[in-house]
């Protein structure tokens, strides 16, 4: 007899591998890497969210060479110098300040940074006993950091549990009461970060 769960292992690693293909950040280039030491490198990276290490070539057939966040890098930017460019940070992060490598979505006074998890949920038994597999999730953390703060603030994030952007936002924007207003009256939602901290910038300094 063959035991469905042991059947349902390899499409388990197909799902999550191609998962994994989707979320790597293509070595397409140009890329730059800015190090701590203040010396840079422009070159084809490939790295995948949510990790410390990157693959770097000057060239796409170069030499690889390997760079962690952890020892060497202060800064990589994705696509540099096109309109989508994206640029990830390593910043200390929760209760026991873990550094945790971010993606920088607005830059200024105020700064917003998000940290994006994915993963597939907890399959059941149908009726006839097979397994079904659970949908694929993802939660948004968004982070904010005013210039001159040694810390970032956790203002909310998306999900079914995740933390309310109104119960961390009312404290935090006290300097711009019509920010706090417009969160209240859900002009501005968890869901529009971007723009929350864009009209700090630009109506509130």
């Known amino acids: ?3 469905k769960h042991n059947s349902l292992i390899p499409i388990v690693i197909l799902l999550t591998s191609l998962w994994g293909i989707q979320q790597i950040a293509a070595q397409d280039g140009p890329d730059k890497l800015l190090f701590k030491d203040g010396t840079t490198k422009i070159g084809h990276v490939k790295y995948h969210p949510g990790r410390t ?10 030499e690889l060479q390997f760079f962690d966040f952890r020892e060497d890098l202060s800064r990589l930017i994705k696509n540099y110098g096109e309109n989508d460019e994206t640029i990830y940070e390593m910043k200390p992060i929760g209760k026991k300040q873990l550094p945790t490598v971010l993606k920088v979505k607005v830059e200024g006074y105020l700064s917003l940074y998000v940290k994006t998890t994915h993963g597939i949920g907890g399959g059941t038994m149908d009726g006839s006993g097979a397994f ?3 949908n694929g999730y993802s939660i948004t953390d968004g982070y904010v950091q005013k210039k001159g703060d ?13 933390r309310r952007l109104k119960k961390s936002s009312v404290a935090y924007f006290r300097d711009c009461p019509t920010l706090v207003q417009k969160i209240e009256n859900k002009v501005f939602t968890k869901t529009k970060l971007k723009e929350i901290v864009t009209y700090y910038n630009t109506e509130c300094q």
């Open 132 to 134: 079904v597999m659970g």
């Open 1 to 3: 007899m063959i035991n």
């Open 150 to 162: 040694s810390t970032l603030t956790h203002l909310s994030s998306t999900g079914l549990f995740g």
């Open 53 to 62: 290490k990157v693959r770097f070539r000057k060239h796409k057939k170069g």
